[in-house]
């Protein structure tokens, strides 16, 4: 019975160690959610200073377009006043490029005014970047920290797992059965029992006569509250 006891207390202390190092990296995949989520707060501001550069960009290549053309039409358009064939038809097409002129040079002074605000934004862009450099190498650090961390005890975990299915091959089939049964519920699932009889799992106490049972044959049972595989303490102790 003392050798049934001792090699359950022999595995359970490996699930234990188990049980403590995922615990330690519990809260890693939140924090690094967390982590990623100011990571992506951090880079939207920087792309979205990036994209009103791009855009005043796009302004002044659609107006230097707009502009060319305007200046395209107006020199057919001037090419063309010596074939006018009456002072009115001539006037006419004088008022257009006249007109037209006048309409090149708003967007000339348009496009200025772009190349200002595109400066600007510019200096913006690399003032957020410069800014933002060092919060990003700390989130970049602390979110591979954390991962970093995750692996090793992923790594940990797996080189115990080894010396867990060596224990649990030392365990009594039946006995291995209920431990793994309440494992799944509560963790310790065995746990000794505390004079006069209380279960320091659940800290209810157990029937006199089945806590005198344990201290008489050194043996197990089951907690009737909890449901923990329970013992006396003198039942693993050294002999």
Known sequence: MREKLLALVALQNVDLEIAGLKKSTETYPKDITELEKQLTVVRSSIEGERAKLLDLDRQRSNLEHDISAEKDKVRKWEGRLSDQRTTREYSALAREIDIAKKGQQTMAENLVELGKQATAQREALKQKEVESAGKLAELTEKVAGLKGKLTEVEAQVSAIDGRRDA?????????????????????????????????????MNIRAQLYNELVASLGFDVCPSCQRIVFVEAAIQPR
Do not use: F
């Open 167 to 203: 224990a649990a091959k030392k365990v009594d089939a039946p006995l291995l059965r209920r431990y793994e049964t309440v494992r799944k519920k509560r963790m310790p699932a065995m746990v000794a029992l505390a004079p006069p009889g209380t279960c320091t799992g659940c800290r």
